[in-house]
């Protein structure tokens, strides 16, 4: 490791990279540090600190987060995402970062080169990515991005077979798989397809991905299909809605597997025309697919429009078609009814919970590892399949942290982390503001309070010399001004 940063640090020049011994990081901090016997608690916390969150308890978040600087090194790497991507507080974000990078925790170069990059330093960025690239898979797409527009094509080859041996985003692997569609290079698109399918604890698999893969190594109607479909996702993004609705519409010529595309793409809005266009697909197209894909879209236009009986119907007709999604928004519905005399609605639910899991989506998967029907082996060898398992659907780093806690217990070696990325930032923005405001109304309301008390504790001060001041005879008008004006204010208030 420190040869590595010192090859580094010789290719770089300008980034100093000095990795400090546990004993320094001790004295630093003031904290002693026995990281390999603190891994099972640190990871406890990781999860609080993500519950809360999600929660909305910020503050709670980074009080543990604090703490938790004192149990491993990676907690400064914590503190500092959160900073960056909770409070938006880009200087405390940068100080722990650093603190973080200086004491090994090199993948911190990908958030540096990110502050570096939103401040338009974009060389300065470059080499912090270049520093993390062998430790973040972020860093790598950075670098190929960038490889991209300077069109350093034996630079794109070498993030490539990093990543084809070490990545695991089937985001990125789609990516590159895109990037080589159109050099048609279709020996790489074939290894990006082989690990998809063989591999596993790949994240973020759909089977969107797979068919679109399929389809750059299949015939000429299927490369069209391919081209008419992602044209469309990027005119998406541009907020092109028109034209992006006509190309999905296009790659139908092309391919029946556009109908699914298409019906996700109306399943993004909640107007009533666009449930009219997704029932049209539903009943002229009899692919299991498509039936499956829009019976789904349709079902969650009916639940977001408080329609749970035709939700229920529409998730049902998905169901039957093999989609894991209305299997588990199945069970969902069902634990909202029950109480726990009702057996056959909890039977229900946990028979669409299975349904979802058995079909390999992973968030049915890890709730049923969690889940009361299950014995603790059972438990553990659900986990065991997330982890183990290929073709494992929609996992996500914070669903493979949780299995492996599982799995490993107290054993685990492994130093876990929050990925940000994963959430939804507005949600988490807004969240963030709405407990800023109700602190500020809680310290206004104190300060109030404070302040009334104070006056209150004046006027009873003032009255108590106005009596003195009527046994002497001795008015003072300062004294009595100010206490009707207290008596005033205390009226109105």
Not at 63 to 91: A, P, Q, T, V, W
Not at 386 to 405: C, P, R, V
Request: glycine residues 4%; contains cysteine.
């Amino acid at each position: 490791m420190k040869n590595y940063l010192r090859a580094i640090n010789q290719r770089l020049g300008n980034i100093f990279v000095n990795i400090r011994t546990l004993e320094e990081l001790e004295r630093k901090t003031k904290s002693v540090v026995d990281e390999e016997k603190n891994v099972f608690e640190y990871n406890q916390n990781i999860k609080k600190v993500n519950d809360l969150i999600k929660k909305g308890e910020f503050e709670k978040a980074k009080n543990i987060l604090e703490e938790m600087k004192g149990l491993h090194r990676m907690g400064y790497y914590e503190l500092g995402k959160y900073y960056y991507f909770c409070e938006g507080d880009l200087s405390k974000a940068e100080s722990n970062l650093y603190i973080a990078f200086e004491n090994g925790v090199v993948k911190a170069g990908y958030y540096l080169g990110r502050l570096e990059e939103e401040s338009g330093n974009v060389n300065l960025a470059r080499n912090w990515y270049v520093t993390s690239f062998n430790f973040s898979e972020k860093s790598v797409m950075k670098l190929f991005y960038f490889a991209i527009r300077e069109q350093n094509f034996w630079a794109i080859d070498g993030y490539f077979y990093y990543l084809l041996q070490y990545g695991e985003s089937a985001k990125n692997l789609y990516e590159f798989a895109k990037y080589y569609f159109w050099r048609n290079d279709n020996e790489k698109i074939k290894e990006i397809q082989n690990k998809l399918l063989n591999e596993s604890q790949i994240l973020y698999l759909t089977k969107e991905i797979l068919y679109n893969v399929k389809c750059m190594l299949g015939d000429e109607k299927s490369r069209e299909y391919i081209k008419f479909v992602e044209n469309a996702k990027n005119l998406e993004k541009l907020g092109e809605i028109e034209k992006a609705e006509k190309f999905y519409k296009r790659s139908i010529e092309y391919s029946e597997y556009g109908n699914v595309e298409l019906a996700k793409y109306y399943g993004k809005f909640t107007e009533f025309d666009k449930y009219e266009k997704l029932k049209r697909i539903f009943k002229n197209n009899f692919l299991k697919q498509i039936r499956s894909e829009t019976s789904y879209q349709l079902g969650k236009y009916s639940e977001h429009q408080s329609n749970l009986y035709d939700a229920i119907k529409w998730y049902k007709i998905s169901a039957k078609n093999e989609n894991y999604k209305s299997f588990y928004k199945l069970s969902k519905l069902q634990s909202q009814k029950f109480s726990e005399t009702e057996t056959n609605l909890q039977n229900n639910y946990f028979k669409y919970l299975k349904n979802s899991a058995d079909l390999g989506y992973a968030r049915a998967m890890i709730e049923m590892a969690f889940d009361s029907h299950l014995n603790s082996l059972e438990s553990f060898e659900m986990a065991e399949k997330i982890l183990t398992q290929n073709n494992i659907f929609e996992l996500t780093k914070a669903i493979m942290n949780k299995a492996k806690m599982i799995y490993f217990g107290n054993e685990i070696k492994e130093v876990l982390e929050i990925n940000y990325e994963e959430e939804n930032m507005n949600t988490i923005k807004m969240l963030f503001e709405n407990e800023k405001k109700r602190n500020n109304k809680e310290i206004g309301e104190i300060e109030y309070s404070i302040t009334k008390n104070n006056l209150q504790r004046n006027l009873k001060i003032i009255e108590g010399e106005g009596n003195i001041e009527k046994q002497q005879e001795k008015p003072k008008n300062t004294s009595s001004n100010l206490l009707n004006k207290l008596k005033n204010f205390f009226g109105n208030s």
